[in-house]
């Protein structure tokens, strides 16, 4: 049985789970210890690419592509000799499975295009100039490598960003001269550092990064596969940390996002592009990455300089004869992933509110601006909540009744506002928490194809005055904004902030820490949160229980009773109403 860092909290029974969670029974399981490093899980976007509709990635499927970044290793020609002999002698180009290639240091490009000739190992450049000729002194043309027999060239590696003051402007430069080369594949990296991972921006700074690089390729050269996407978060590479691959899937799937805005007029752009996982990818995690559906690839660093490690990296993401299984069309909304009610709560994982598992609304009523339309799904309703998913297409429309409910909201995606009736604006975009108080009214802006998944409080207690939009960014919510509130036995371990409490409705996000405790919500009291990282379990009375991590979403109903066991650190946004 597990045994668990934290005493059990028995005075936490009372304890809501946006104040402190509580959960059920001991879990015969391994234990997992608290990992060392605290990593703000990336906020889910949903499982699907694009807005109701799109399609599905081709039949055939999108080959692995396996890619070693040798960065300024090693020391000595000799040793780059040793390792490409160990390359070549462990098969893993001959595979059909993955494509596979290696990006040297430029002195040694020549020996490993000889080395690996034959083999199916593929040679290319860790970075190509915008010049084709001239006085550029270090310079290297695309032209040149391509002529030398490279295939391919890296682009935008965060370290020649960082170190080196690549901008997205001259990455956009060197893409579009690496692209008149015919022979040659661009790989565009993008990822964000820990500050913006922690701020809750990679998606809006990975859509930054694509759109400017990107500028000016062509759909063409993108169904070609001419471009591959390799998505590394800064504060993975060479610290051992690894995304999970939840989060992988989700910074993969806003790639696919940004895609498609940036091409709707070619859909098939976005399921086409391959996206590589780039940030100390091992043999052992490798497997579990490329198990989810929108990761195409890896681009390894220090675990390519070992023979052996990468040529476990590649069979393990599809190659050592292992042939890649087809990308499998989205299933219709009838047999994708469903929610789940277990016998007291009912629970949703990402994959539910994916935007194409929402059923179409049509075109927004008295729409002004624009041409919106929507789609919805809904969770459930327990007592006087609802909870549900929306997305809408860009547009602008007025709102001028008042809210019957109060709505709270998470923007998993896209950008909006929404204007007071006194002309008040308030902005939101990914990851901004959002709340329209009951008596709300004013106009709503979709400003960037927006999803959302909110909750609804019908209180009669709660008054219908004129009030404003509440919009709680998501940097509000990191660790050193919270409030710790240790075991007080009212509240629970962890720590919270509230961002609006009238007496009937309190929403607020919270953290807490592993542990295991039960918990209860009061008899006339019903409960939603959404999942923002962790891993927890829910237990009911009766035994039947739900696995619960980033990107899900949760219904407790009135007066629920169970118990809770933090595997790792949770941290969720809540709706209590009572």
């Given amino acids: 049985m597990i045994t668990w860092s934290r005493p059990l909290l028995a005075a936490a029974a009372a304890a809501s789970f946006c104040d402190g969670l509580a959960f059920p029974w001991s879990l015969s399981l391994p234990r997992r210890a608290a990992p060392s490093a605290s990593l703000r899980a990336v906020p889910l976007a949903p499982v699907a690419v694009g807005p109701p509709g799109s399609p599905a990635p081709p039949a055939g499927g999108r080959r692995p592509i396996v890619a070693g970044n040798w960065k300024l290793n090693p020391t000595t020609r000799a040793e780059a000799a040793e390792l490409l002999a160990g390359l070549a002698a462990g098969g893993a180009g001959g595979a059909a499975g993955a494509e596979v290639v290696v990006f040297p240091p430029l002195p040694f490009l020549s020996d490993a295009l000889d080395v690996l000739a034959g083999t199916g190992i593929k040679v290319g450049a860790q970075n190509a100039g915008s010049n084709l000729k ?99 978060p800064v504060w993975a590479i060479g610290t051992g940390l690894v995304a999970t691959p939840d989060q992988a899937q989700a910074a993969h799937v806003a790639v ?37 559906p929108d990761v195409d690839g890896a681009l390894v660093g220090g675990a390519s300089l070992v023979a052996d490690s990468f040529t476990k990296i590649v069979s393990g993401a599809g190659g050592g004869g292992i042939a890649a299984a087809p990308a499998a069309p989205s299933p219709p909304k ?17 994959a539910f509110f994916a935007v194409d598992a929402l059923a179409a609304k049509g075109p927004r009523k008295g729409a002004d601006v624009g041409a919106p339309h929507d789609a919805a799904a809904a969770l459930g309703k327990a007592g006087r909540t609802s909870v549900g998913s929306w997305w809408c297409a860009a547009g602008g429309w007025p709102s001028p009744t008042p809210r019957a409910t109060t709505e709270v909201f998470y923007v998993f995606s896209g950008h909006g506002c929404v204007t007071d009736a006194d002309g008040t604006r308030s902005f939101m975009g990914p990851g901004d928490l959002v709340v329209l108080p009951k008596g709300w009214a004013g106009r709503w802006d979709v400003l960037e194809d927006l999803h959302k998944v909110w909750a609804t409080a019908d209180h009669p207690d709660v008054p219908g005055g004129s009030t404003g939009a509440v919009v709680g960014p998501y940097a509000d919510f990191a660790p050193q904004h919270l409030t710790p509130h240790g075991d007080d036995g009212a509240r629970g371990p962890g720590a919270s902030r509230t961002l609006v409490d009238n007496g009937h409705v309190r929403v607020a996000v919270s953290v807490v820490p592993p542990g295991s405790f039960p918990a209860s919500l009061p008899a006339a009291t019903t409960e939603a949160f959404h999942v923002l990282e962790g891993v927890f379990f829910l237990t009911n009375p009766d035994g039947s229980a739900r696995r619960c991590v980033a990107g899900d979403t949760v219904l407790l109903p009135e007066g629920w009773t169970g118990h809770c066991d933090v595997i790792e650190s949770a941290k969720r946004i809540g709706v209590i109403v009572g």
Avoid: W
């Avoid at 020649?160 to 956009?172: V, Y």
């Avoid at 976005?270 to 043999?283: D, F, H, K, N």
């Fill in 134 to 232: 001239g006085a550029f002194t270090g310079e290297t043309a695309p032209s040149m490598l391509a002529s030398a027999g490279c295939s391919h060239v890296l682009l935008g590696h965060s370290e020649r960003r960082s170190l080196f003051g690549e901008t997205d402007s001259s990455i956009n430069s060197r893409l579009l001269a690496c692209l008149a080369e015919e022979a040659l594949t661009a790989v565009l990296c993008v990822g964000e550092t820990l500050d913006e991972y922690e701020a809750g921006l990679m998606t809006s700074i990975v859509d930054t990064q694509l759109r400017k690089g990107l500028a000016g390729v062509s759909a063409p050269d993108l169904l070609a596969g001419r471009v591959v996407v390799a998505y590394e």
């Fill in 256 to 292: 696919r996002h940004t895609l498609t805005a940036m091409y709707p007029g070619d859909p098939a752009v976005a399921a086409t592009v391959r996206i590589q996982y780039g940030g100390s990818v091992s043999p052992d995690s490798v497997a579990a990455l490329m198990a989810m």
């Fill in 334 to 350: 009838a047999t994708q992933q469903a929610a789940v009610s277990t016998a007291g709560f009912a629970h949703a994982p990402a």
